[in-house]
């Protein structure tokens, strides 16, 4: 079955620091999401984005964060000053639809902010 | 989207049916019901999606009361692998990208 592709899968990085983490999407699909997960909490929603721009963002999605897609194939998250409280697990997925489909995780990339 | 409320954790004998109840009670037509797993702190896995029918696929059933207030995700035959928390998601068709929102699941443990 298709891959969802993520790296690197572990990040250290000091506070104040520019991240940028990578993903790969399912080739044929359209859709394209981040979520995070920090450690024993839910998993949550962060952005879509479809077509070259931002479908929907939640409120933890502030002026921090920014996402691309910088060619044809790779997704990327970018946080421009990271916090202690960034330090999470963060998931890429993609869809081939917006609608009723399901989406397809990668293993994810843990960030550490020390 | 329509709160949903799973136990907290439940034990399954490997070999056994899993059965996972999920309630919706607030589910509104046009809200689907979704299952997705997460074995250990791997990304979350789609398992199966319906509307108002029951669903099967290779990994496992959906049963959706006739009222879609609660539905149930079945295992047919749980194996070690099967550990993970399970999520009951209901999502809305917003002919958008779809956005899901976790809860905090059951935690699935399957024993020998």
């Known amino acids: 079955e298709p891959e969802v592709t993520q790296t690197p899968s572990h990040q250290v990085t000091q506070m104040g620091q520019e991240v940028i983490l990578r993903c790969v999407p399912i080739?044929?699909?359209?859709?394209f999401y981040w979520y995070r997960q920090i450690l024993g909490q839910k998993v949550e929603f962060l952005v879509s984005?479809?077509?070259?721009?931002?479908?929907?963002k939640s409120e933890i999605f502030d002026d921090q964060f920014s996402v691309e897609r910088p060619d044809g194939s790779n997704f990327t998250l970018k946080i421009r000053s990271t916090k202690l409280e960034d330090s999470a697990m963060y998931f890429c997925?993609?869809?081939?639809?917006?609608?009723?489909?399901?989406?397809?995780f990668g293993s994810g990339t843990q960030l550490s902010v020390l | 989207d329509a709160k949903t409320t799973q136990p907290t954790s439940m034990d399954c004998a490997e070999g056994r049916a899993a059965n996972l109840p999920c309630n919706h009670s607030?589910?509104?037509?046009?809200?689907?019901v979704y299952w997705y797993r997460q074995i250990h702190s791997q990304g979350p896995q789609y398992i199966i999606h319906?509307?108002?029918n029951n669903e099967t696929n290779e990994m496992a059933s959906l049963i959706i009361t006739e009222d879609r207030k609660s539905s149930t995700l079945i295992l047919p035959h749980a194996t070690l692998r099967d550990t993970a928390v399970y999520y009951c998601?209901?999502?809305?068709?917003?002919?958008?990208?779809?956005?899901?929102?976790f809860g905090t699941g059951t935690r699935l443990q399957v024993t020998l």
């Open positions: 997925a993609s869809s081939w639809t917006g609608m009723n489909e399901k989406l397809f």
């Open positions: 080739s044929n699909h359209l859709y």
């Open positions: 984005f479809y077509n070259n721009e931002i479908s929907e």
């Open positions: 607030t589910i509104s037509g046009n809200e689907y």
């Open positions: 319906g509307l108002k």
């Open positions: 998601i209901v999502v809305i068709n917003t002919g958008t990208a779809s956005k899901l929102t």
